[in-house]
């Protein structure tokens, strides 16, 4: 229990908290999976609330163009792992808790056990396969996923609820069966991120983790809620109405966890002395070079040779040089790191 029984007497007043919900949010723990704009905001809010377990895994380094929406850094942070920046900070604000930093690539080869002993999973993540990742994990240990995504000002959040109990949802899988193909969509990194989107999806996972570290699943919507900030669009979808028939879900309804068992990973394989990384993604419908073109112009230049798309781009003091085959493929050059290839393939190629 925290020894400053005054700190939390605000959120004690809600008679859905009191003094025995906070002490089980206290004993329960969070695990948050990116800690970039989403992540910074749901651990603040949870450690904020006295969540007493965060654990907190990214895989990157602060970049000065994360400060515009990363809330936990500083400049002082720039060059250091976010999962360490964001557990200093944290435990500036509560030192009462217990924050968990964990600088890693989240992966089917590492990922149950980064989840083991989690009572909720919040998504801070960038791209499709991690999440599809997250939704197996979810079903297969029965762990409720709070699910959030933000493109320019349009921002989407649902907690899915696994199992059979009385407040139980369809899974990601059920809504969206495959994650979209490789460079189909745009990311943050290509068509920007609107700050105050991020505040409300991140606001929403946080708010259901905390119904779920209460006990209160009946607090939760069971829906999707959609909005776009910029254009002022709002609206909540039932997750029921958006699922396919839930027993033939691959993943809740058969129970084949695709993306754990590394069926569907990407693949991330070091160019023998090439200071380079090729990058296969794990579902590909062939990528749209004229849209990723224009996309990726805004990092630097690019140019069509052959079947290819070359383009160079920079983030934080990095230099790389991209190029992307007609399947999805890409060969990173300036690095020799898979998880730093995958990292920037997610970022600037997107799915
Ligand atoms: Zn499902």
Redesign the pocket.
């Known amino acids: 229990m925290d020894v400053q029984p005054d700190r939390y007497h605000r959120q004690q007043l809600l008679p859905e908290v009191g003094e025995a919900g906070q002490r089980r949010l206290g004993e329960l723990r969070a695990l948050i999976v990116g800690c970039g704009a989403l992540g910074c905001a749901q651990a603040d809010l949870l450690a904020r609330a006295g969540g007493g377990h965060v654990r907190i895994v990214d895989r990157d380094v602060v970049e000065r163009t994360n400060l515009q929406r990363q809330t936990l850094y500083s400049e002082a942070d720039i060059g250091h792992a976010k999962a360490h920046a964001a557990a200093a900070r944290l435990g500036a604000v509560n030192s009462s808790i217990t924050i968990e930093p964990e600088a890693a690539d989240f992966s089917p080869e590492n990922a149950e056990g980064l989840a083991a002993g989690c009572d909720v999973i919040l998504d801070g993540t960038d791209n499709f396969e991690t999440r599809f990742l997250l939704n197996d994990l979810s079903?297969k240990l029965g762990i409720p996923y709070a699910y959030g995504g933000v493109i320019a000002g349009r921002g989407m959040a649902a907690t899915f609820v696994p199992g059979e109990g009385e407040h139980s949802t369809?899974?990601l899988?059920?809504v969206l069966p495959e994650p979209p193909p490789a460079g189909s969509v745009p990311t943050c990194d290509t068509a920007g991120v609107f700050g105050p989107a991020v505040a409300i999806v991140a606001a929403q996972q946080a708010a259901d983790a905390i119904k779920v570290l209460l006990g209160r699943l009946d607090l939760l919507s069971g829906t999707m809620l959609d909005f776009d900030l910029l254009h002022n669009t709002r609206r909540r979808l039932k997750l029921d109405d958006l699922?396919g028939d839930?027993s033939a879900?691959r993943?809740?309804?058969q129970r084949r966890f695709d993306f754990l068992d590394g069926a569907m990973a990407s693949l991330a394989q070091p160019l023998c002395g090439r200071d380079a990384v090729q990058v296969t993604p794990a579902v590909s419908a062939g990528v749209a070079f004229d849209e990723l073109s224009e996309r990726l112009a805004a990092h630097g230049p690019t140019r069509r040779v052959g079947p290819l798309l070359k383009a160079e781009a920079s983030e934080g003091d990095r230099q790389y040089a991209l190029t992307v085959f007609p399947d999805g493929r890409a060969i990173i050059a300036g690095t020799e790191d898979p998880a730093e290839a995958r990292s920037v393939y997610a970022k600037l190629i997107g799915a």
């Open positions: 079903v369809p899974c899988r059920c699922a839930r879900c993943c809740c309804g």
